[in-house]
T-cell receptor, first 110, second 115 residues
Framework: GIQVEQSPPDLILQEGANSTLRCNFS?????LQWFHQNPWGQLINLFY???GTKQNGRLSATTVATERYSLLYISSSQTTDSGVYFC????????????FGSGTRLLVRP | NAGVTQTPKFRVLKTGQSMTLLCAQD?????MYWYRQDPGMGLRLIHY???????AKGEVPDGYNVSRLKKQNFLLGLESAAPSQTSVYFC??????????????FGAGTRLSVL
């Protein structure tokens, strides 16, 4: 099946710093989403981005489908950005099934 | 508008007991999913449904059954719980049509421990 690899697995930042999270996938996809899981376990969709670039406030994401990777940028990080960031993909020939990476655990220190 | 609601939030079972987890969504979404999340891992798909009366297997379906008798509800059943089913269970739904298609909306999770 399709492999989804996220890096780095863990990241510690000082408040105000910028960061880039990476998601590599092993096959063509028609759906890629980034999620944030907060320290209370709630999963929130950040971006639906099978290709191209999107921005939402301090967050932006870029997916280069032909090279099978996606990047999530966090600028001017805040303590509320802490949690786990997941990338999830759906294969082109799949029936709406998302495959999740193992996540990047982010801690932003005040 | 509550979104996706899961009940119960916590449950402790003994090995061999059965239980049903309920997921309800009020967004009129066609597609619903059940995932499990184990420590340090991403979510893995257990079963999913693309409409009322339909269900299909995901990555890790063994030991679970599901039913989608009403469009807004998706039930996950454990007939004979095992310690390996200790996990956090998440339900999600998506419209798959319109501007927000393919975006999955998640419930708050159910933390299940099987002793």
């Amino acid at each position: 099946g399709i492999q989804v690899e996220q890096s780095p697995p863990d990241l510690i930042l000082q408040e105000g710093a910028n960061s880039t999270l990476r998601c590599n996938f092993s096959d063509s996809v028609n759906n890629l989403q980034w999620f944030h899981q907060n320290p209370w376990g709630q999963l929130i969709n950040l971006f639906y981005i099978p290709s191209g670039t999107k921005q939402n406030g301090r967050l932006s994401a870029t997916t280069v489908a032909t090279e099978r990777y996606s990047l999530l940028y966090i600028s001017s990080s805040q303590t509320t950005d802490s949690g786990v960031y997941f990338c999830a993909v759906e294969r082109e020939d799949s029936s709406y099934k998302l495959i999740f990476g193992s996540g990047t655990r982010l801690l932003v220190r005040p | 508008n509550a979104g996706v609601t899961q009940t119960p939030k916590f449950r402790v079972l003994k090995t061999g007991q059965s239980m049903t987890l309920l997921c309800a969504q009020d967004m009129n979404h066609e597609y619903m999913y059940w995932y499990r999340q184990d420590p340090g891992m991403g979510l893995r798909l257990i079963h999913y449904s693309v409409g009322e009366g339909t269900t299909a297997k995901g990555e890790v379906p063994d030991g679970y059954n599901v039913s989608r008798l009403k469009k807004q509800n998706f039930l996950l059943g454990l007939e004979s719980a095992a310690p390996s089913q200790t996990s956090v269970y998440f339900c999600a739904s998506t419209a798959h049509v319109g501007e927000a298609k393919n975006i999955q909306y998640f419930g708050a999770g159910t933390r299940l421990s099987v002793l």
